[in-house]
């Protein structure tokens, strides 16, 4: 099957959607499918993966493209660009939504409500809606018989990196991890009390691994707390491997940033790291029993999870076990499974 998977953002921006835009990409082809990524975002050297990508913001280029195609799938919610060319050209399309709201945009003046009917209607008509929790399914209000639940795998390239870490002994002095953007709405600040708030003998280290537009408020902050803070900046593949295995939790502690999957929850529970993080509904279903989980903006309440990982050895061992059990579910080969599975409901 030739498939056109369209992603707005690609490499090289950074992120969980252009991360998982390639491992959908390397899946389709594994399964035997020609996919032809069509993505908007430059680059200004020769793309070198193992399948064509076209880097265009023309829909006419789009609009050629889908004329040799046997299906559209978009990556990362409703695109109506992507897809009104494929309903023209009268190809199937299917939508991932890795947002909160699935296919709905925030807002309630008129011309919102009118873009969020038209996109529903796009929706419904999907031939698959695929969506990173089931909150997320649950939100929208699609066909039950095209809607599917498909987890953020770790990305292939990266899984021969994490076979010789994860079960790796662990103990208290290990630092506590966020990885990801540092923006106020991730938590970081509510982070930041809650560290204070922990006596200072008994306080972990922590590693802030990511970069953002709040970055210069976490560093000063960082500079007035007593205690061993790193702000580690963008870390590569092996780099951020690396740092879930010297971690002894990672934490997602996000608040106003609405979460549809942190790709970092499935990279940490497939390390063997249990996941502190904030109670919004995708990451309940995520972490499940592989770490606790917190009332969002609640420094207290993250504080008690922080203390017990910590200082309760046997909490921490039965919760390493349940992250162990946990970690084949955000494998590649499952994805693969699952892909196979929705594009089998296709033909």
């Known amino acids: 099957m030739k498939t056109v998977v369209y992603s707005k953002p690609f490499f090289p921006l950074m992120g969980g959607l252009e991360r998982n835009t390639l491992s959908l990409c390397l899946a ?130 990266m899984e021969p990196l994490y076979e010789d870490i ?55 902050r960082a500079r007035e707390i007593d205690g061993d803070i790193e702000l580690a900046g963008r870390l590569n593949s092996e780099q951020l491997v690396e740092a879930y295995h010297q971690a002894r939790a990672l934490v997602v502690p996000s608040t106003t940033h609405k979460e549809g999957n942190p790709l970092v929850i499935a990279e940490s529970i497939y390390a063997g790291t249990p996941v502190i993080a904030s109670d919004q509904p995708p990451m309940i279903e995520s972490v499940g029993k592989a770490g606790q989980i917190v009332e969002q903006g609640d420094a207290k309440a993250l504080v008690s999870a922080i203390r017990s990982l910590y200082e309760n050895e046997s909490i921490y061992r039965e919760t390493l076990q349940h992250t162990e059990e946990r970690r084949a579910k955000f494998s590649f080969a499952h994805y693969k499974q699952r892909i196979r599975a929705i594009i089998s409901t296709l033909d």
């Open 166 to 220: 994860h079960q790796s002994e662990r103990n208290a002095k290990q630092p506590l991890l966020f990885a990801g953007r540092l923006i106020a709405g991730k938590g970081i600040f509510v982070l930041m009390d809650a560290i204070e708030m922990i006596p200072q003998e008994l306080r972990p280290p922590i590693m802030f691994a990511g970069e953002g537009e709040d970055q210069g408020t976490l560093e000063k």
């Open 28 to 157: 389709l082809e594994e399964l035997g499918h020609s996919p032809h990524l069509f993505t908007e975002t430059a680059q200004a050297q020769e793309d070198t993966y193992s399948f064509p990508v076209t880097r265009s913001t023309s829909v006419l280029e789009l609009y050629k493209l889908l004329g040799e195609a046997d299906l559209l799938i978009v990556n990362g919610n409703v695109s109506l660009r992507a897809i009104v060319p494929a309903i023209i050209r009268g190809i199937p399309y299917a939508v991932i939504y890795h947002n909160y709201e699935g296919y709905a945009r925030r807002g309630s003046g008129p011309r919102t409500r009118i873009e969020n009917w038209i996109r529903e209607q796009v929706a419904r008509n999907s031939a698959a809606n695929i969506f990173t929790s089931t909150y997320g399914k649950q939100h929208a209000d699609v066909p039950e018989s095209r809607s599917h639940v498909v987890f953020n795998p770790v990305d292939r390239e």
